[in-house]
Nanobody
Framework: QVQLVESGGGLVQPGGSLRLSCAAS????????MGWYRQAPGKQRELVAL?????????NYADSVKGRFIISEDNVQSMVYLQMNSLKPEDTAVYYC?????????WGQGTQVTVSS
């Protein structure tokens, strides 16, 4: 089992920045991918950014956040971060930390990000 705990959400004005953090604990040795999804009211949960570990590390971003968001990880601390810059009102959503260990998927409890003036 893997436990994920997010932090760093909040209210920010358009154009502002926020940094989300996710701490993984438990059977972290099994994790081969970590990242972030988000779900806005009335919409499906969507991928924001993902880091996949294998022979090489690959990073993928949703088109809507490319050039604005940066995902990074600290393997020693079992952390994954999402630096969100130039935030827009349409980025408002609950952001979920995600981890995959083989066929098993884990989710954090979610953290609210609201972009509004």
């Amino acid at each position: 089992q893997v436990q994920l705990v997010e932090s760093g959400g909040g209210l920010v004005q358009p154009g502002g920045s926020l940094r989300l953090s996710c701490a993984a604990s438990g059977s972290i040795f099994s994790i081969n991918a970590m990242g972030w999804y988000r779900q806005a009211p009335g919409k499906q949960r969507e991928l924001v950014a993902l880091v996949t570990r294998g022979r090489s590390t690959n990073t993928n971003y949703a088109d809507s956040v490319k050039g604005r968001f940066i995902i990074s990880e600290d393997n020693v601390q079992s952390m994954v971060y999402l630096q969100m810059n130039s935030l827009k009102p349409e980025d408002t959503a609950v952001y979920y930390c995600y981890a995959r260990g083989g066929p098993v998927v884990y989710w954090g409890q979610g953290t609210q990000v609201t972009v509004s003036s």
